[in-house]
């Protein structure tokens, strides 16, 4: 055997490389306790009028992508720093362990502790199933508790208020917009009624149909008065007194339409027809201003109703478990692997030495 060694140390080193670390694994290594959730993201869901904003709020982000937002907050050191002030991180982790699973520096700067962080939580991601898998280690069962229960708050907590800022300052834009546009509707009707009251029409394009429908039927009774002239011409003097009759109504007929067309069109003066064209200039901007008004709530009303909707339950699948034993670190699994590829790795030394030293032979 001593003869062995002497001949080959590389397997000596090897051998007794795989003695300590099993040594370690089985005598050294503290007991750590691993508490397991299985969590899952809902959105509440809120009925909401028929109605199409997406180019006004934009588009919400998927299932998956929300899981990724509560993983990368779960494994950021802003929930480190939450964990640390509610759990004591520090003292749990460096009064506990053996030399090479504590945490050695129990005044760490962020970004060791961080790495340190990361080495007991693991927050996988199954994008089949839609859910997350938290794992933590800890070397008592009811710290990994507590651990993974914070965890499973602080990620709803920061989910409900990631949602909650994004809703307020939508709303808070279409407030203010609903109040512009209340104020736009508010002048433009106030116009409509000024100039309604300033020209004692309430609609002059109605009273421009309506007269016009005079006209046409003071022209259709001019005609018929000049048919009846013609046939009366025909056996009666101009002189006759029907003959006269028959003029004098042609003629305070043609004055009268004369009249009718004057205050439909002049070319000086507030005629019908300017004021029925300024009218319904007037008319439109009051229109466009109510459905945008009108449009503007509704988007507001929506908003107020995606707000709901943006608010993320973190559903538990499965609770935190309360460890009744320790899983890890898991010994015989550990030694047997680092055992394998020592000898593995010696095996494939041996036989570099040994062509070397053909080679030189």
Known sequence: MQHFFRKYP??????????????????????????????????????????????????????????????????????????????????????????????????????????????????????????????????????????????????EDHMNSMGHRLAQEQVRFLKGQVENL???????????????????????????????????TLEGELARLQAQRNALSSFQSEQSSEMRRVQSEITALREQIEKQRDRLAQ??????????????????QAQFAQKTYSSALAAL???????????????VLQSPLLPEYPTEPRRLYNSSVFALITIFLTFIFGMMLMIIKDHRD
């Open 301 to 315: 009303e929506n908003t107020r109703l995606e707000a709901a909707r943006q608010l993320k339950q973190v559903s």
């Open 10 to 155: 590389h397997w000596t080193l090897a051998l007794l490389a795989i003695a300590a670390v099993t040594f370690y694994w089985f005598a050294m290594a503290q007991d750590r306790y691993v508490s397991r959730a299985t969590v899952v993201l809902e959105s509440p869901q809120v009925a909401s009028p028929d109605i199409n904003f997406a180019s006004l709020l934009g588009a919400g982000g998927g299932g998956s992508h929300d899981l990724l937002l509560l993983r990368e907050y779960l494994l950021s050191v802003d929930m480190l720093k939450r964990v640390e002030e509610e759990l004591d991180f520090r003292g749990h982790y460096s009064q506990n362990g053996d030399i090479f699973a504590r945490l050695r520096n129990p005044e760490a700067p962020i970004e060791d502790l961080h790495k340190y962080f990361l080495r007991r939580v693991d927050v996988e991601m199954d994008e089949y199933a839609g859910v997350l898998n938290i794992r933590v280690e800890a070397f008592t069962p009811e710290f990994a508790h507590q651990f993974v229960s914070l965890l499973l708050q602080a990620g």
């Open 267 to 284: 070319t000086a003066g507030n005629s019908l027809n300017s004021i029925s064209a300024e009218y319904q200039t007037l008319e439109l």
């Open 182 to 216: 209340k104020d736009r509707f508010d002048e433009t009707r106030a116009e409509l009624l000024s100039f309604q009251n300033e020209h004692g029409l309430v609609s002059p394009t109605s009273t421009v149909e309506s007269l016009n429908q005079v006209v046409a």
